[in-house]
């Protein structure tokens, strides 16, 4: 069940296979069924989330019910409602396993634990967060910046197998498109 988190920190940093052994202890596994939700608006997030199989989505609600998805996380990957999990305050966040998945998870002590004695994960660690703050930032500049078409084409360019595994509405939502126009944008390929 370490299988894929061990790849991802070897590949990150320099450890021999005891480092890796007490790292990956720390964290638990959770197997989740479709749309599982495992945090709703309003509770404080306990856990990080590392997907071993599936997809997570980290999405919020207004005050119509209307959602709309910040991050999909997928094989490989971390994930979690980050500033609740950080300031281990209520979400205004939500996560929902969007396909039967398969994660590691641990406890924000424990997260803190490891940054304060693994070597060279807290560069990992830092590394991450900048690649998905500068990710963030460019979802938010398409959101602004580009139409749906170019939207669309972009996310082909760069995960085009969430176009083909997950449902059609979470992928227009995701764009900031209508499911109709996600339709058209997907017949014209």
């Not at 071993?52 to 989505?57: A, E, M, P, Q, T």
């Not at 119509?64 to 950080?86: D, H, I, Y």
């Not at 396909?99 to 994960?121: C, Q, V």
Request: net charge positive; proline share 4%.
């Amino acid at each position: 069940m370490y299988t894929l988190l061990k790849q991802f920190l070897a590949k990150n940093m320099a450890a021999d296979e005891a480092v890796l052994d007490a790292f990956c202890q720390k964290f638990r596994l959770k197997k989740t069924k479709r749309n599982e939700i495992l945090l709703s608006a309003g509770d404080v997030c306990p856990y990080i989330y590392f997907v071993n199989s599936g997809c997570l989505r980290i999405y919020m609600m207004d005050v119509n019910g209307k959602e709309s998805t910040r991050f999909l996380v997928t094989e490989g990957r971390f994930g979690t409602a980050f500033p609740s999990f950080t300031l281990q305050e209520p979400s205004l966040a939500y996560i929902q396993s969007i396909e039967p998945t398969e994660a590691l998870y641990i406890n924000s002590h424990d997260f803190r634990e490891l940054l304060d004695t693994i070597p060279g994960w807290e560069r990992v660690y830092r590394i991450n967060l900048e690649r998905d703050y500068i990710a963030s930032i460019k979802r938010i500049e398409s959101l602004i910046t580009m139409d749906a078409t170019q939207r669309y084409k972009q996310l082909m360019e760069t995960t085009p197998t969430l176009i083909q595994r997950l449902p059609n509405k979470i992928i227009a939502d995701y764009l900031g498109i209508s499911q109709e126009t996600l339709s058209r944008l997907k017949s014209k390929k």
